[in-house]
């Protein structure tokens, strides 16, 4: 009898300790030394996160996936969704005596960006692109000796812009001690002309403020700064005394938005003008130009300022009739050279395939022709809106 008791208390032990050690090795498995096949690898799923060089551009484009320089996203569907960047840069060629040459063709074209070839994407020269233009006209003090004669100037181009058609567009800002928008966006070119009938000099100059109003606080046309592309064109000295913003605050806005800056020299009337460089400078990092009407007007012309009054006052005297003639004549070309040139420029788009982290990407348009002028935008910021 005890020993069947014994039997069965030992027979118990065993079994709770089979269990203890069983519940035991599954919670801390045995390692095996043995050398076993990895396992394999799970499909992508939509929570796979791919991530490419990060990028961005002149415009976000969805339909070039595979192209490096975007940022990669996982929609709910599990697809990949890439972002590219596409740069636009308006081109205008010229000749030795200043003629456009309208004839080139895609081929004889080469871009650099940051001196690395770019494939160009998308080539035109047909005239009349769709363009939003901005008049931005000088209403300073400075500006009252030959006031009428800009304001002319401003609703001839207005008026050659502006022909109502809807694939161009057009906003108005005058500046003085301050500048505001006078004329907000519209493709009707009546009411720009209307108020620039009605505008009248007077006070300081706040160029680079009314450019910044240009770039951020007027009404947006769709599809901007692709198609149509964006053009400032300045009526004015140059000069500034009154912004809140400074010349290098304004011309990387204006590089980031994507803007041609294009100007009619107010300055001088024969004098030097240091205020002629801020024209300078925004025109050529922009790929714009300053055209000067009154530049060398006295050359060959006997009138104002020809004649020393009863002091040898020169700055008062009329003269002849022939001064207003050239004038008129010169302010005729300036705004007719403006009006071709931004209707008459190549455009090329290409995807920086670049995979540099500077913010700043420095851009070189060669035409493979003897004897042209080049003109474009020097470069453009990866952070463009």
């Avoid at 490419?52 to 975007?70: M, Q």
């Avoid at 931004?342 to 022709?369: F, G, M, P």
Wanted: proline share 5%; aromatic share 8%.
């Amino acid at each position: 009898m005890q020993l069947r008791k014994a039997t069965v208390v030992a027979a118990g032990l065993s079994l709770a300790l089979f269990l203890a050690f069983a519940v035991r090795a599954q919670q801390n498995p045995v390692r095996s030394t043995a050398t076993s096949p990895p396992a394999a690898k799970p499909p992508a799923s939509s929570q796979t996160t791919i991530e490419l060089p990060k990028h961005d551009g002149a415009k976000v484009d969805d339909s070039a996936a595979g192209n490096s320089g975007g940022d990669a996203k996982t929609p709910d569907n599990g697809s990949i969704h890439v972002t590219v960047n596409e740069v636009i840069v308006p081109v205008t060629v010229t000749d030795e005596k200043g003629r456009f040459v309208s004839d080139l063709n895609e081929k004889d074209f080469h871009v650099l960006e940051e001196n690395k070839p770019q494939a160009i994407r998308y080539f035109t020269r047909e005239r009349s692109q769709p363009v939003v233009i901005g008049f931005l006209l000088d209403l300073s003090t400075a500006s009252r000796v030959h006031w009428k004669n800009y304001q002319d100037a401003g609703i001839e181009l207005i008026q050659n812009l502006l022909t109502g058609d809807k694939k161009y567009a057009g906003y108005l800002i005058d500046y003085a001690q301050d500048a505001e928008v006078a004329v907000n966006t519209t493709s009707d070119p009546e009411p720009l002309v209307e108020k620039m009938r009605t505008l009248k000099p007077g006070g300081g100059s706040a160029m680079y403020d009314a450019i910044y109003l240009a770039c951020t606080s007027r009404k947006l046309v769709h599809g901007e700064p692709i198609e149509p592309r964006r053009v400032i064109v300045i009526i004015g000295d140059g000069h500034d005394n009154s912004s809140k913003h400074s010349l290098n605050q304004i011309v990387e806005l204006a590089q980031k938005n994507l803007v041609t800056i294009y100007c009619i020299s107010t300055a001088a009337f024969g004098f030097t003008n240091e205020s002629d460089n801020n024209l300078v400078r925004l025109a050529q990092e922009t790929g714009g130009r300053v055209v000067y009407p009154l530049g060398d007007v006295y050359k060959d012309t006997d009138g104002y300022l020809s004649h020393p009054s009863d002091d040898g006052n020169y700055a008062l005297t009329v003269g002849t009739g022939a001064y207003r003639s050239a004038v008129d004549g010169r302010m005729y070309h300036a705004v007719a050279d403006i009006a071709g040139e931004v209707t008459t420029q190549y455009i090329i788009r290409y995807i920086s395939d670049n995979q540099t982290n500077k913010a700043y990407r420095n851009v070189k348009v060669i035409v493979d022709l003897g004897g042209v002028r080049v003109r474009a935008r020097k470069g453009y910021y990866a952070s463009t809106p």
